[in-house]
């Protein structure tokens, strides 16, 4: 069974980063794809970023574009989400999933992954 674990969130001020971390272990598939989500209370699920299983394809939601940044690094099984001047709105608990395609047309749609992380919440507050 594929395991997700996030990690990196926290409290940060508007302005400043943080990068979250999504750490993949147990039954690891050849090529997987990951997507970072995220949830702030009373707001629907929204889809942030992802990256395909070779590093080379990556989309953004347009509220993140040119402030966030997704990389991989396979060595350690590790996607990670660079956050750049975040602003209020970015508050939310943010989750990372996992899935065996990429596609710019339903990556940022949660219902296509088939495993999830537990979340880390992430705050944006002076």
């Known amino acids: 069974q594929l395991q997700l674990v996030e990690s990196g969130g926290g409290l940060v001020q508007p302005g400043g980063s943080l990068r979250l971390s999504c750490t993949v272990s147990?039954?690891?598939?050849?090529?997987?794809?990951i997507g970072w989500f995220r949830q702030a209370p009373g707001k629907e699920r929204e889809g942030v970023s992802c990256i395909s299983g070779s590093g080379g394809n990556s989309n953004y939601a347009d509220s993140v574009k040119g402030r966030f940044t997704i990389s991989r690094d396979d060595a350690k099984n590790t996607v990670y989400l660079q956050m750049n001047n975040l602003k209020s709105e970015d508050t939310a608990v943010y989750y990372c999933?996992?899935?065996?395609?990429?596609?710019?047309?339903?990556?940022?749609?949660?219902?296509?992954?088939?495993?999830w992380g537990q979340g880390t919440q992430v705050t944006v507050s002076s």
């Open positions: 147990g039954v690891i598939p050849d090529y997987y794809a």
């Open positions: 999933a996992s899935r065996n395609y990429y596609s710019d047309y339903d990556g940022l749609l949660g219902e296509a992954y088939s495993h």
